[in-house]
């Protein structure tokens, strides 16, 4: 399998848990959290799923492609370590689903990551909302789900918030 | 369609060019041509495609994935529009398969630098020899192909080269 194999595999993955998600939170009110913006692909299909809700997104330095930058007033801007703290106020328990893929290239620097923000990111989820996020996070409240069919596990990750405020 | 979907799309309908490519070529000797190397995957692809083959590579800077990095002696550094003009005693109609996809994100600088390098990537090909291209190519010597099944006419292009020493 090449590199461009696993690329696609992986799009196509990250596509089918974001579809799912969006399924599983359907009746569930709340807003949109994306965890980095880069090109802003991901956060246009998020719109597109989610045409009604806030979705608000993190990002050090915007570099988006100029049709998917963010509205200023849902930007979170800087470091996610520390705009998750300050959003706290804003987005505790709001959140229905919310999206991690720091894609950072680097395997180990996005799992540190995650591990970093997991803490951040559960407070914010309502009871019931999803996470979906490419590394794999281990934190009390978020509970494993079923991938979408045909996904092997471990490839994408979804959760469901069942006690989040920590 | 979002812009995931549609990267998504393209990326698919890139792998499928090249991999009918590399079954058209299969009887034809020559050496593999990558105009321009990104992060590789395409890079790693056409390695897989072609374990047999040099697979020679254009590119201004390198800034690949470190397993993605072409061997000194096949990589063509600096601006193609240069290299290629050096290229021709080197390379001038010894390649099987040339690959181009200058994925600027900019649709018309895409075109107009396809259109620059266009008549320096003809010299190369060996009769029968095909050019896969993002941006539509109009050259002489070069004829459109069929894409591979299921793929919308113009997504991407596949030229055989019927009259290339122009």
Redesign the interface.
């Known amino acids: 399998m ?4 696993s ?2 595999r992986r ?2 993955a ?2 089918a848990c974001l579809d799912l998600a969006a399924h599983l939170v359907r009746e569930l009110d709340g807003d949109v959290l994306e965890l980095g913006l880069g ?4 956060y ?2 998020l ?2 799923l989610f045409p009604d809700r806030k979705i608000y997104v993190c990002e050090r330095r915007v570099a988006a ?1 100029p ?2 930058v963010p509205p200023a007033e849902l930007l979170l801007l800087g470091d996610m370590r520390d705009t998750l703290q300050t959003a706290r106020d804003l987005l505790g328990g709001r959140v229905a689903l919310a999206h991690l893929d720091p894609a950072t ?1 680097d395997v180990a620097a996005s799992r540190a990551l995650a591990a970093q923000v997991a803490p951040l990111i559960v407070p914010l989820l309502r009871p019931g909302g999803v996470l979906v996020s490419e590394p794999a996070i281990a934190w009390r409240g978020l509970s494993p789900m079923a991938l979408p069919e045909g996904l092997t596990s471990g490839r994408y990750n979804l959760y469901r918030c069942v006690s989040c405020r920590s």
Chains 1, 2 share one sequence.
Do not use: A, M, V, Y
């Open positions: 090449s590199r461009l194999d690329f696609i799009l196509e990250q596509r090109n802003g692909r991901t246009d299909h719109r597109q492609h049709d998917c290239g």
